[in-house]
């Protein structure tokens, strides 16, 4: 399913299965999550994508063939491909453990095509084995739970988080928390009951509104809505010394508001990406918590409803795309 144009709706080609370069894997894909990254590169709010593009990046399958130079993974072997797709190895930021800042890297999905596709080709060093048997239910972990295990580490100690947006990365990220014993306070679109049920069936401490205050002042708050306005908000409802975190690659700008909301030593930071040592600690805890997602799946030829659906929250957790 192919992006040819910024706003077009995607469109149905066939290619020929693509051929391994060096060092380079093709896995044939069972199952590609759909995520809010793929509804910003279609609607070009993140800049110069690879044009055509196959977007997608939660990407679970098969090894079905390997360039030369690759010793693992070996054909047959489930793994998984997630946004970061390659970074250079050589900047000031892969020198220094922060390879989810490289300066010069490649992002499937969005600089390299993706996995809302048969087959897919990845960097073999940039893939991870996966050893669920469910590559449904394991596709929303490669960037939803990614993304929130990245954000909940930039949470520290935080006894009690904010989730504000309860999707996809949310609802991964309370089931993380509840088996870490951390309380989550859910705060969803006003009147979203079923995102509120959702959120208290998986642990969550306190569902309600992001109009609403928490019941008591917390210790962090993760934004995963694409939504400037949820930051004031979020940082009046941290404590002193509180964080804010940031979680997603695109929002809306954020508001103007008053110092003494920041004040009282309060931050606000963002978290960008991945790194692969995110991504072995993360699918080790995903399994250690016994995380289960909820997915709605699609066939992958209904990748824009799937999509649309996802910008209207039509659904509850995430959205996967099985060819
Ligand atoms: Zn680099
Ligand atoms: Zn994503």
New binding site residues.
Partial sequence: MVLNAIGAPLVLVERPNPSPGPGEIRVRVEACGV????LHVVDGELPNPKLPIVPG??VVGIVDAVGPGVDTPVPGTRVGIP?LGRTCGHCPYCSSGRENLCDDPIFTGYTRDGGFATHVLADAAYAFPISSDDPVSSAPLM??GL?GWRSLSFAGEARSIGLYGFGAAAHILAQVCRWQVRETYAFTRAGDDAAQKLALSLGAHWAGSSDEMPPQPLDAAIIFAPVGALVPKALIAVRKGGRVICGGIHMSDIPQFPYNILWNERQLVSVANLTRRDASEFLGVASMAGVKTVTTVYPLERANEALADLRAGRFQGAAVLVP
């Fill in positions: 995520c809010r990254t793929d990046h939660e946004w960037c939803a993304i």
